[in-house]
């Protein structure tokens, strides 16, 4: 089940690459709530549901093109997996290319997302799932 699960998020992730927003939401549970804190974004905040989905990527769209999310290593960790991530865009405006690494947690339902935590890095994201020393 679990190694489902890391296939499911690497799906995931090449679904929120797409631009494709009803393929977004495919991926993502009617439930979901995602938190993106301070130490990623100029403007933290919590996503919930499909409006929050919708709301994050119209925001991010509004700026930026070209994005990109690509998972650098995934962990197996029961009904979550935690990801190394790595973010590309390029600004609309400026055409300034933009990349950020990150570490997430995806907990999972059914194959589809209900949550996710997103951490400034990876260690951070394997020490909250219980996987510190892993990297």
Partial sequence: MSQRNVEV????LEALSSGDLERILEFVDPVFEGQVPPELSTEPDTYRGHAGIRRYFQSFWDDMEDVRFQAVRLWDAGDSVVVDTRM?????RTAIPVEQRF??????RDG???ALENFASVGDALEAAGLAGEV
């Fill in 103 to 108: 570490g997430q947690i995806w907990t999972l």
């Fill in 9 to 12: 998020v690497r799906r995931g």
């Fill in 88 to 92: 590309t865009a390029r600004g609309r």
């Fill in 112 to 114: 589809r997302a209900i």
